[in-house]
Every structure is written in structure tokens, then in C-alpha cells.
């Protein structure tokens, strides 16, 4: 719910990268929902240069970028990647996945921009197979730098 409230409130400029779950225990038809949500959230953004770039990365047993941050520069092409992307179906590496979203997703090299909002969005069955308590509370430890 903060999320989309955020974004409905029309900051200026954003670094949004969505994580999504591809795991087996997901089941395509959720993952299927899980896209059709995704870009109802971008429909809901102001995508441009000096506004929200968006960033999307799937994880399953691996850790996969499907696009970076401002790969994309309308809704259309965004919106037209996710509906792209193919479900992963292997297991659930929730910790591995947030460790990328941390240290990768959001880097200058990935597309991220200094001085920019940074908002990770996680999409999860909520049953992972390896430790995530130390990315979350980093994760958590950056939120409240920003």
C-alpha cells in the first residue's frame, strides 16, 4: 500500500526496481498476475529521463536482470519487456536475490542515479530456501539512510 501511494504522489525523479519471484512454488498463473500487476504499478508512474526509471530482476536458484534502470524510457516498451519475460520455475533464493537487489541493481553501472529515490518492490511466495535476515535488515539499514 505505501508503495503505490508513494508513486501516486508524483515524486519528481525514482529509481524503481521491482524483484520478482519466479520460483516453482509460485505456479504460472501467479506469475502471469504477478506481471499483469506490475505494469498496472507502471501505468501509474511518470516514466522519462528526469523521471521514474524502472528496473526489473527475477529470481529463482539464480539471480537473473531481466532489464536495468532506464533501459527502458516509455510505459509502452516497459510494459512490453514484462509481458515478455519468461518464468524461471526453479527454487526460491529470496536472500541471494535481495543481496543483488542491494548490491547491483541500484549501482551507476546498472543505470542507478546519484541523488535519486531509490524504491525496490519484492514479489515473493514468501517461502525461501536460503537466509534472508541479513540482506533484509540491510536492506533496511539503507531505507533509512534515504
Given at each position: 500500500?505505501?508503495?503505490?501511494?508513494?508513486?501516486?504522489?508524483?515524486?519528481?525523479?525514482?529509481?524503481?526496481?521491482?524483484l520478482i519471484d519466479?520460483?516453482?512454488?509460485?505456479?504460472?498463473?501467479?506469475?502471469?498476475?504477478?506481471?499483469?500487476?506490475?505494469?498496472?504499478?507502471?501505468?501509474?508512474?511518470?516514466?522519462?529521463?528526469?523521471?521514474?526509471?524502472?528496473?526489473?530482476?527475477?529470481?529463482?536458484?539464480?539471480?537473473?536482470?531481466e532489464f536495468p534502470?532506464?533501459?527502458?524510457?516509455?510505459?509502452?516498451?516497459?510494459?512490453?519487456?514484462?509481458?515478455?519475460?519468461?518464468?524461471?520455475?526453479?527454487?526460491?533464493?529470496?536472500?541471494?536475490?535481495?543481496?543483488?537487489?542491494?548490491?547491483?541493481?541500484?549501482?551507476?553501472?546498472?543505470?542507478?542515479?546519484?541523488?535519486?529515490?531509490?524504491?525496490?518492490?519484492?514479489?515473493?511466495?514468501?517461502?525461501?530456501?536460503?537466509?534472508?535476515?541479513?540482506?533484509?535488515?540491510?536492506a533496511k539499514e539503507?531505507?533509512?539512510?534515504?
Amino acid at each position: 500500500m505505501f508503495v503505490i501511494f508513494f508513486l501516486a504522489c508524483g515524486a519528481s525523479a525514482i529509481d524503481l526496481v521491482f524483484l520478482i519471484d519466479g520460483s516453482k512454488s509460485v505456479r504460472p498463473e501467479n506469475f502471469e498476475l504477478v506481471k499483469q500487476f506490475i505494469n498496472q504499478i507502471v501505468e501509474s508512474v511518470d516514466v522519462g529521463n528526469n523521471k521514474a526509471h524502472v528496473g526489473l530482476v527475477q529470481y529463482s536458484s539464480a539471480v537473473r536482470q531481466e532489464f536495468p534502470l532506464g533501459r527502458y524510457t516509455n510505459k509502452r516498451d516497459i510494459k512490453t519487456a514484462v509481458k515478455k519475460m519468461s518464468y524461471m520455475e526453479k527454487g526460491t533464493m529470496t536472500g541471494q536475490a535481495l543481496k543483488y537487489l542491494i548490491d547491483n541493481t541500484f549501482a551507476i553501472s546498472n543505470g542507478g542515479r546519484p541523488g535519486v529515490s531509490k524504491v525496490g518492490i519484492v514479489f515473493t511466495d514468501g517461502r525461501s530456501q536460503d537466509y534472508i535476515n541479513d540482506a533484509a535488515l540491510k536492506a533496511k539499514e539503507l531505507g533509512k539512510e534515504n
